[in-house]
């Protein structure tokens, strides 16, 4: 089992950046693949972004292609978003999730086994 711990969410004006952090539990952080989701009011959670387990691949959702990137240190067991010009349409709330069993990428959230208890991004216009 792993526990994610995410941090890093906050309020920011449109245009602005933010670093969101998972960090996870345990000592096979490697074997996971991981991924970013975000859950808006009243919208289903969807994917973000995702990266390979040993960090070499990555893939974003088109809505934050070229401004969000991921990326994962597997030596301090953590795996982060950077979020660049932000747009008031990016509020929500962030989860990073974790499995060891499915084939990267990983797009939808229901193949993920672990969760964190997310992390709130508001970003104003």
């Known amino acids: 089992q792993v526990q994610l711990v995410e941090s890093g969410g906050g309020l920011v004006q449109a245009g602005g950046s933010l670093r969101l952090s998972c960090a996870a539990s345990?000592?096979?952080?490697?074997?996971?693949?991981m991924g970013w989701f975000r859950q808006a009011p009243g919208k289903e959670r969807e994917f973000v972004a995702t990266?390979?387990?040993?960090?070499?691949?990555?893939y974003c959702a088109d809505s934050v292609k070229g401004r969000f990137t991921i990326s994962r240190d597997n030596a301090k067991n953590t795996v982060y978003l950077q979020m660049n010009s932000l747009k008031p349409e990016d509020t929500a709330v962030y989860y990073c999730?974790?499995?060891?069993?499915?084939?990267?990428?990983?797009?939808?959230?229901?193949?993920?086994?672990?969760w964190g208890q997310g992390t709130q991004v508001t970003v104003s216009s």
């Open positions: 999730a974790a499995d060891s069993y499915i084939a990267y990428p990983g797009i939808g959230p229901h193949e993920y086994d672990y």
């Open positions: 345990g000592r096979t952080f490697s074997r996971y693949v």
């Open positions: 990266i390979s387990r040993s960090g070499g691949a990555t």
